[in-house]
């Protein structure tokens, strides 16, 4: 190509302008299509840390309401050092929703996040004190068992006729004696103080949930 010509010149500056439109559209383009796929991670991850936050409220706020209804309206009404007997049942795997996304946390405000573990991580231990009073009371009850079995054999053997209110007297004292044995007594007033610090833990959760999630306006009439 003559270069000296006036054709051979406009012909190269309109292909060097014609590189640099096209180069800036093809900039332009995938920097567009970087800025559509950082909006769209970044919408995937909230609609993540909004399905695991609502999942995390219907969790705590179910476990609560069970355990304070089951259990703590109960074990707030005994006097210190008295030993709970009952039984609590508890399934193998309490917390499934927590369990199954904890990278989900990252997601969440600080302080709700510290707040949410918080709950479990107390939450977990006070399970682990209600297997264990559940453990003590059944064998309270196998000991107070075997006491009667003893006494009733030996009244047997004397031909003598124990009657119920005798029963009960050794029943009952068999499993009181074994209940403070095993330090129950204890065991309640750890789970009744852990109740007491996890309560205002919950309130606090499912009210940072219900300002995010719901409209001010509808807070009112949000029930937990």
């Known amino acids: ?23 800036a559209f093809t900039l332009k383009g995938a920097t567009k299509a970087h800025e559509l796929a950082l909006k769209k991670e970044q919408a995937a991850e909230k609609e993540k840390m909004v399905t695991t936050l609502m999942l995390l ?58 707040d949410v573990v918080h709950f479990y991580m107390r939450a977990k231990g006070l399970i682990a004190m209600i297997q264990m009073n559940n453990r003590d009371y059944e064998e309270a009850l196998q000991h107070a068992r075997s006491l009667l079995l003893n006494n009733l054999e030996h009244a047997h053997k004397q031909n003598l006729e124990l009657s119920d209110e005798l029963r009960d007297q050794i029943f009952h004292g068999g499993v ?49």
């Open 1 to 23: 190509m003559d270069l000296g010509s006036p054709d051979a010149y406009i012909s190269l500056i309109s292909g060097l302008v014609g590189a640099l439109i096209g180069g």
């Open 176 to 224: 009181a004696f074994m209940a403070a044995h095993l330090g129950m007594g204890d065991t309640a007033d750890g789970m009744r103080s852990l109740g007491q610090e996890l309560d205002p833990v919950v309130q606090r959760v499912t009210a940072q949930v219900d300002e995010l999630f719901f409209p001010l306006s509808d807070q009112k009439g949000h029930k937990n």
């Open 57 to 114: 409220r219907t969790e705590i706020t179910t476990a609560w309401t069970l355990f304070k209804h089951e259990y703590a309206d109960e074990l707030l009404e005994l006097k210190p050092e008295t030993p709970y007997l009952t039984i609590f049942p508890i399934g193998a795997s309490p917390f499934p929703i927590f369990d199954s996304a904890p990278e989900a946390l990252n997601l969440l405000p600080a302080d709700l996040a510290k």
